[in-house]
């Protein structure tokens, strides 16, 4: 069974810093472009950051200069480094990938992770 697993949400104080972290587990033959999304309450979900396997990568305006991903191809894992937090980036965080499996390219989802941040 394919699965991503998130860890490394939490409560921090405005102008903190988290580091959130995906790791990709079953029998995977290669990753696509790997992502963060967001939900906060009462809103859409929102893409936060993504990388290509060639390491090309992908804000929006809201996060630009603050977030930053990366991955580790040979961990399978892609990383989510959050610097400056405002309480606007208080959302639960999904990790998203598109991998290659036996069945073929599939989309997977984490479970999500709770990011909350305190003004």
């Known amino acids: 069974q394919v699965q991503l697993v998130e860890s490394g949400g939490g409560l921090v104080q405005a102008g903190g810093s988290l580091r959130l972290s995906c790791a990709a587990s079953g029998t995977i033959f290669s990753i696509n472009v790997m992502g963060w999304y967001r939900q906060a309450p009462g809103k859409q979900r929102e893409l936060v950051a993504a990388?290509?396997?060639?390491?090309?990568?992908d804000y929006p305006d809201s996060v630009k200069g603050r977030f930053t991903i990366s991955r580790d191809n040979a961990k399978n894992t892609v990383y989510l480094q959050m610097n400056s937090l405002k309480p606007e980036d208080t959302a639960v965080y999904y990790c998203?990938?598109?991998?290659?499996?036996?069945?073929?390219?599939?989309?997977?989802w984490g479970q999500g992770t709770l990011v909350t941040v305190s003004s």
């Open positions: 998203n990938a598109r991998v290659l499996t036996t069945l073929g390219y599939v989309e997977l």
């Open positions: 990388i290509t396997s060639s390491r090309s990568t």
